[in-house]
C-alpha cells in the first residue's frame, strides 16, 4: 500500500486480505473435519505426530485470532467514521503516526499502551 494511502484506504485493504485469508482457513477446516470423518485412525494412540483433533484445534485458535483481528480492524474503521482514529481513548493526545503504521487499530499511544 502506498504511503500516501488514508488510514481509511490502509484497514480496507488490511481488511480484504484478513477476509481473504479467514476464508482459506475456513476451507481448510472444512477439509479437515471432511477427512477426519472418513477416518478410522485413532487420534488418541497414532503414534504418527500431530494428532487430527490437535491440527484441528491449531486451526481454529488460529482461526479465532484473525477474527478478532477482523473485530479490531471494524473497530478501527468505524474510528475512522466518528474522527476519532488516531486519538489516544486514555488521554485524547494524538496517536504517533509510526506507531499507526506499525499497529493500524492502536486505539492508545505508546504511553497509555498496556
Known sequence: MPPEATPAERLLAERAALLERLAGMEADMGRLVEASQDSNA???????GQTIAYE?????AL???QREHLAELDAALRRVD????GVCSVCGQPIPAGRLE?????RTCVRHAG
Open 82 to 85: 466518528d474522527g476519532s482514529y
Open 102 to 106: 506499525a499497529r493500524p487499530t492502536a
Open 56 to 60: 484441528r484445534s491449531q486451526l481454529a
Open 42 to 48: 485413532d487420534d488418541e494412540h497414532d503414534p504418527e
Open 63 to 65: 482461526t479465532d485470532g
